[in-house]
């Protein structure tokens, strides 16, 4: 039996109608057209489809859209302040933490998760905050680099200028 | 020389805003009007006839709008060597019989995904079971079963490379070592997986989205298989998820997809699920190698001969280049006088094996590394300073096959020796090893018989100064829309903002081979920078007019400004000569363009660039468990066109090299892989990888653009050996075999251990040396 379920996305209200077995990562992509939010294995193997759901970092492929009702959802589209950039944005187009692209926005999320619940990460804590999300361009250097950079910006010790 | 104005800095990636906000698109992103979902019918065995398919029932389900199967097909088969028949072996749909559990067998459109799925499970197949045969030394036997009609003992192609005279040479060596190695599989773990829509049009026309490493290819081959014009096939390629070679051949996605719309006159998207993506699509060549290398005395290299079993897999794929490229990089990277490879690769009833970054040299270094350590340790000599004599140096030529013109493998050698002798003291169960490399900067291989130049670019100048790029060249992630713009701009002397690039379109950018071989910043570099020139050249005509310089006196760009070469404070700005320009050729566009071929270069590639890396490993001898401790490459790729660019391909060829040194692996139980997900199948994450130390060494390479040749690809090389050389000096054991998994290792602890146990006091396992 489908649902009507009330989602908040990147500050916007929706209501969607969704099938029981239907997964958030398929109602972001195909129901929302928020394809920022990336499909690669459908499994919660890789993290490229990585959201921020009531504050906490979940694969969004293994989350029925059922048990978002009702709940609040940052994806990497309602990172940016209209103009500005978010900080890791910044920082990831800066040190070069990105290659194909593809699995970066889950990263991106995954790393603004960790910072948001601390400001003070060791390189350990990065590198445990995105074990979830596999990259198979960067070898990860420069991901870590960036949200160690990033972190800097955000605790007002450093600029992405 | 004159400082570069662009080359050389630290920019940020040109498309990198796209990516880190979620704008940029992939294929697997795009969804347009009326679009139906393909999915497809693989086979469940590894070797049957297809006795009868019955396709009433999924027909008949609510939905479902097509169901194909081979007879809906021409019947063709492909392959990337068109002017060889008995290599294109590769239907989209096979019609009599299936290969491989994989196979394609039918396919399926319909309103979404999930019918699709639902409407294979109604596709009823009669199978007549053959037997199968999954070992490349057991189908190579009189009695295997035969894979493909006529290929007697399944020897899909076979490969002989020699120069000298080998068995002359043995003879007069002081040291003779054999030894077999066997190196696994690796599956490339895109991200993205493969996918396409087609959009089949009323006027007869088709339009393509395809994550593809050549959208030249896919145009080509299409055309062929769906007895089309090439002309009326456009191949759009969006943001491409990685490649790494598995994006090269064409697949399934491409294919099925074509046909669908070709029926319905609505497109068609298929996607990859990630299953399929490791079970069904290419993977890196499983390779059983026997080495035997000579040597005097002193560590000069004498002789070496090879000779290797490929496991092919069902079909020919890229293959057969796997086979040639492996026994060509035996030799690599040393002076060796003698040398004999003997390659054969053989039909299996497995997925097909074919391109991944390194194509055939990864197992050739892991072998060949591993086998001069022993060597080096046998003969008493420093692991560097065997390496450092028998090096290939500049101007090499690699007799019958290659010109080494630019190599800086010698200095790299210098700069590691400095940093290993450093690092000498190390806790217990630590080690550290060293390999080289050389790899190719774009690979002399017209596979698909194209008359068409195999780089090529056109530059617009606009009457406000801005610069529209065109060239066929393909960015998968790995920076190519970085550094060709860089590469525009530097030669243009215009900067990097000015530059607006267009790619990933056959019918608006000239024709390029694609992604492969390392080939893009050399081959395409040299057709950007020669398409810039020419613009160049125009814009120069019309600032002489202006500046009056006297004929001995030459003209530039720099930093927009156009001036006397010697005298550059003395100019006029670029933006007036552009509009000067326009104007005096009465309003037409400023268009200049450039194409590359190698020519008179050898049969493998224009430029090679080399390195040396040196890896510490810990092992815990508890568990056999290895830890990278600490990563040290120390490389050249001529002049550094895109240093952030550059360092991440070596930060991610490493990752790469390193999950194939360990852990990667395709193993198979009856032709059926084992670990076909993440969860399975494991690669190395954030928290395993090590610290990374790279040292950069200056080369200039004469045929690259300004200087410039590969790096990224070749990198993957070292690794694997460079770990196994490790793992012997941490423990004192010699692993032959690829992944180094903690099973090997505790078996190979406990033989070291039965034997000390089992010798007597004067330790007469020492190899005699002279």
Partial sequence: ?161 | MSEHSVLGKRVAGIDSHEKVSGVAQFTADIVLPNMLYGKILRSPHPHAEIVNIDTSKAEALPGVKCVLTGKGTLGKKQGIWRRFPELCDEEILTRTKVRYIGDPVATVAAVDEDTAAEALKLIKVDYKILPAVFDPREAIREDAPQIHEGCEMNINVNRHIEWGDVDEAFQRCDHVLENNFYCGSQAHACMETHCAISSFGYDGKLTIWASSQSPYYVQVLLAGMLDMREGDIRVIKPYVGGGFGGKLSLDAAEFCSALLSQRLYKPVKIVFTREEEFSASKRRTPMYYALKLGAKKDGTFLAKEVRVITEGGAYTSMGATALYLTGFFSSFPYKIPNYRYDGYRVYTNTEPTSAMRGFGAPQAVFAGESLVDMMAKDLGIDAIEIRRKNGMTPNYTVPGQAQIQSCGLPECLNAMDKFVKKHEKLPPNHGIGVASYGFMSGGIFNWIDTPYAFSAAIVKINVDGKVDLFTGATDTGQGANTTLSMICAEELGVHLDDIRLHIGDTSLCPVDLGNWGSRTTLMNGNAVKLAAADAKRQLLEFASYKLKPNIVYDLNIKNCFVHFTDRPERGISYYEVVRDAIRGKEGNTIIGRGHYTPHGKGMVSPAYSFGVQAVEVDVDTETGQVRLVEVTTAHESGTVVNPIGLEGQLEGAFHMAAGYALMEDMQMKDGKLLANNFRDYKLLLAPDMPKTNILEIDTFEQEGPFGAKEAGEGLTNPTAGAIANAVYNALGIRITSLPITPEKILRALEEKNKKKNELPANDAAQVPVG
């Fill in chain 1, 1 to 161: 039996m489908p649902r009507i379920i009330k989602l908040t996305v990147n500050d916007e209200q929706f209501q969607v109608i969704v099938e029981p077995a239907e997964s958030l990562l398929d109602v972001l992509r195909l129901k929302l057209n928020k394809t920022g939010t990336k499909k690669g294995c459908n499994e919660g193997d890789c993290g490229a489809c990585t959201v921020i759901m009531n504050g906490r970092p979940v694969n969004a492929c293994l989350v029925l859209a059922v048990e978002a009702d009702n709940s609040n959802i940052l994806t990497i589209e309602g990172l940016a302040n209209n103009a500005k950039l978010h900080p890791l944005q910044q920082a990831f187009i800066k040190y070069g933490g990105l290659q194909c692209g593809f699995c970066t926005p889950g990263v991106i999320m995954a790393a603004k998760a960790l910072l948001d619940s601390n400001p003070y990460p060791t390189e350990e804590q990065i590198r445990k905050a995105i074990a979830g999300n596999v990259c198979r361009c960067t070898g990860y250097v420069k991901i870590v680099q960036s949200i160690h950079e990033a972190a800097k910006v955000m605790r007002g010790e450093a600029t992405n200028e």
